[in-house]
């Protein structure tokens, strides 16, 4: 069956380290892979996306990467501040349509 | 989310009875999606449309029906309400954001179903 795996419900971390989640998806090609971010009582909001053939993305604190062969994706954020503090979610888009099948997410508290 | 809105935002009714949840957008896009998200579950689609006249099945369309009256407009119907419903619902619009297409969420309308 199609599994998406985020690493942890929840990760703490302080204030100015990198936070590093995990996605890891079984059974699926996916064309694409997003990140978003989710705040308490709020729709998810884009964070990220990186295609199939690319290795790592960045935007500003945050970086990307993407192994098909691992099955893997990881969601780093750099100089983690309290306002970082979130729930992350990814998303498979398989067949290239933004379909798209979400993992549970994982909680981050950034401690001051 | 301004570009997204959802009505109601807090609902509570009865098992057996039929209620509509529904979504506008400003964004204009053709795509639009309804999800439910559950604790431990994550977000999982019930139905997507691709423009008014394509409606499409998700994941987990049992028990629910949708109406696309508008390109701006996307309902979700519960038939007959029942516990198990119960969860936070989000409508989504699909569209590029630069040569990027990402979905736009709406706020979220919390459902219990006594």
């Known amino acids: 069956s199609q599994k998406i795996e985020q690493n942890s419900e929840a990760l703490n971390i302080q204030e100015g380290k990198t936070a590093t989640l995990t996605c890891n998806y079984t059974?699926?090609?996916?064309?694409?892979l997003q990140w978003y971010r989710q705040d308490p009582g709020r729709g998810p909001v884009f964070l990220l996306l990186i295609r199939e053939n690319e290795k790592e993305k960045r935007k500003e604190r945050l970086k990307v990467t993407f192994d098909t062969t691992l099955k893997q994706s990881l969601f780093h954020i750099t100089a983690s501040q309290p306002a970082d503090s979130a729930t992350y979610l990814c998303a498979l888009d398989i067949g290239g349509a933004n379909n798209l099948f979400f993992g549970t997410g994982t909680r981050l508290t950034v401690i001051p | 989310d301004a570009d997204v809105t959802q009505t109601p935002r807090n609902r509570i009714t009865k098992t057996g009875k039929r209620i509509m949840l529904e979504c506008s957008q400003t964004k204009g896009h053709d795509r639009m999606y309804w999800y439910r998200q559950d604790p431990g579950l994550g977000l999982r689609l019930i139905y997507y449309?691709?423009?008014?006249?394509?409606?499409n099945k998700g994941e987990i369309s049992d028990g629910y029906s949708v109406s696309r009256q508008a390109q701006a407009k996307f309902s979700l119907s519960l038939e007959s309400a029942i516990p198990n419903q119960t969860a936070l619902y989000f409508c989504?619009?699909?569209?590029?954001?630069?040569?990027?297409?990402?979905?736009?969420f709406g706020p979220g309308t919390r459902l219990l179903v006594l």
């Open positions: 449309s691709f423009d008014v006249k394509d409606i």
């Open positions: 989504a619009t699909s569209g590029y954001q630069g040569i990027q297409e990402t979905q736009y």
């Open positions: 059974n699926y090609s996916p064309a694409y």
